[in-house]
């Protein structure tokens, strides 16, 4: 995480769960596509078709 934000900032990884499950929300009308969680690693955006 101190790769992405400055270790002073107040964000944490509760932020990006946060902005993840919006960006599922707005892609659940679409069948084709996916973002699921990678254990270990983090996410990743699947073509399901």
């Given at each position: 995480m101190d790769e992405i934000w400055d270790p002073d900032s107040?964000?944490?990884?509760?932020?990006?769960v946060v902005h993840v499950n919006r960006l599922r929300e707005?892609?659940?009308t679409n069948p084709d596509f996916e973002i699921i969680t990678v254990r270990g690693l983090g996410y990743k955006a699947v073509r399901l078709c």
């Open positions: 107040d964000s944490d990884e509760h932020t990006v707005r892609f659940r």
